[in-house]
């Protein structure tokens, strides 16, 4: 038995649907811009190549959570979004192969410090304190990819307070799940317990203390957050 110089960190991980079991979750990996009309609303173009960007583990949330105002931000933004769980390690992964690498699938909210991203931007710097941050990543219950089915296409929507922000179809994924999970895994070498975040629709938008913030993914189970106060 490893004897460390502190307590280890408690394991990040989400719940599964249907199941008293959990999935440990590795590591946090976010598409950015992967639908057209998200990418002109915030100046990109169609097809350009996929980048990524992550969130510490810890930044997981279970659906039904009350998620803090984070501080050191005055524009809080919902992006709802597909998000995807390795369950079989791969580099190089063709895209054939890709569904045989995913564990599962469920909804996730990409929790973002709007204006802190784009003051990063805008100085060329990286964007870890606008996505990065606390309670930043919450997710639904994952549903075995078995039962999931290939994710080409079906509704995802948010809606804030019972308003709609946030609906569109996964058919308009820019980049499919096979194609940016292969583009990824040629960079990195992809394990068990890893969380792609697929890109979020048009329509995000900024959250108050007090929103009530629900979203879905067709097929998957549904989220739902409560914005609190910062802590």
């Known amino acids: 038995m490893t004897d460390f110089v502190i307590e280890p960190p408690k394991q990040a991980s989400i719940a599964v649907s249907g199941s008293a079991q959990r999935f440990p979750v590795r590591r946090i990996f976010c598409v950015g811009r992967n639908y057209a009309a998200h990418a002109a609303e915030m100046g990109g173009s169609e097809r350009d190549l996929p980048f990524f960007f992550t969130k510490p583990a810890d930044a997981v949330v279970d659906s039904g959570s009350t998620v803090p105002y984070p501080r050191q931000s005055e524009n809080f933004h919902h992006e709802i979004e597909l998000v995807v769980a390795v369950g079989k390690a791969g580099a190089n992964i063709p895209q054939d192969q890709v569904m045989d690498h995913l ?11 709007r204006d802190l991203q784009l003051a990063a931007r805008e100085k060329g710097r990286p964007w870890d304190f606008g996505k990065a941050f606390d309670f930043s990543a919450p997710c639904s219950p994952l549903t075995p990819i078995e039962q999931a089915g290939e994710l080409k296409a079906g509704r995802i929507w948010l809606t804030v307070n019972g308003e709609t922000r ?34 979020t629709p048009a329509g995000v938008g900024p959250l108050q203390i007090g929103d009530q913030v629900k979203g879905g993914v067709e097929g998957l189970e549904d989220i739902h957050i409560t914005i609190g106060d910062p802590l």
């Open 103 to 113: 564990w599962g699938a469920c909804a996730g909210v990409d929790l973002t410090r």
């Open 166 to 199: 946030q609906e569109a179809d996964l058919e308009q994924l820019i980049w499919s799940v096979k194609e940016h999970v292969s583009i990824l895994s040629e960079s990195i070498a992809l394990a068990p317990g890893d969380l792609i975040m697929t890109g």
